[in-house]
């Protein structure tokens, strides 16, 4: 199975300031199709996980600019530009290359400084 | 809008079983692979299982091979899950996931509660 490990575990940030959370897999994460399906989610406290980000850096419809993906092979990461309090909750990779099964990373909570 | 809407959770004695089910709408069901993910309140989201949009291939985490069955009934725009033999570790809000290009849309959740 792939192992996702995500640094670090807890974020904390100062509103306005950038926030970056790694991802690293135990293996490539490039599809046969040549497709990368390494995905990015948040979960606000209290709601359902939602995604921001897949195929590596494509932003989901509504998600601010400030969230980007990059990365590429087995290193990924989420940078957010500049958190806004709203940005609170866990952060989470997945990826849906090497499945099954599809495999999550533990989870990195940002928190405000 | 895409909706999904989890229904079917409650409280099971080990050894018990129950039955998930997921309202999909504001897509077209049938196209799109859907997946059941479980998270223990408090901890991180685990993979259960997967089923194409035909229904005829399905997938499943070791960790429930051979007592959870995935189904749909595209008819009815509903994905279920049919979980048996539960254990205690099967304890968690279960989530019901569009894959588009990876997870897209998930439902709200539904909570299991496997205790005695």
């Known amino acids: 199975d792939v192992v996702l490990t995500q640094s670090p575990l807890s974020l904390p940030v100062t509103l306005g300031q950038p926030a970056s959370i790694s991802c690293r897999s135990s293996?490539?994460?490039?599809?046969?199709?040549?497709?990368?399906?390494l995905t990015w989610i948040q979960q606000r406290p209290g709601q359902s996980p939602r995604r921001l980000i897949y195929k590596v850096s494509n932003r989901e419809s509504g998600v601010p600019d400030r969230f980007s993906g990059s990365g590429s092979g087995t290193d990924f990461t989420l940078k957010i530009s500049r958190v806004e309090a709203d940005d609170i909750g866990v952060y989470y990779c997945?990826?849906?290359?090497?499945?099954?099964?599809?495999?999550f990373g533990q989870g990195t909570k940002l928190e405000i400084k | 809008e895409v909706q999904l809407v989890e229904s079917g959770g409650g409280l099971v004695q080990p050894g018990g079983s129950l039955r998930l089910s997921c309202e999909a709408s504001?897509?077209?069901?049938?196209?799109?692979?859907m997946h059941w993910v479980r998270q223990v309140p408090g901890k991180g989201l685990v993979w259960v299982s997967e089923i194409h949009g035909d229904g005829r291939n399905t997938n499943y985490a070791d960790s429930v091979k051979g007592r959870f069955t995935i189904s749909r009934d595209n008819a009815k725009n509903t994905l279920y899950l049919q979980m048996n033999s539960l254990t205690v570790e099967d304890t968690g809000i279960y989530f019901c996931?569009?894959?588009?290009?990876?997870?897209?849309?998930w439902g709200q959740g539904t909570l299991v509660t496997v205790s005695s």
């Open positions: 997945m990826q849906g290359t090497h499945w099954p099964p599809f495999t």
């Open positions: 293996q490539g994460l490039v599809y046969s199709d040549g497709n990368t399906y």
């Open positions: 996931v569009r894959d588009s290009a990876g997870v897209d849309y």
């Open positions: 504001g897509f077209t069901f049938s196209r799109y692979w």
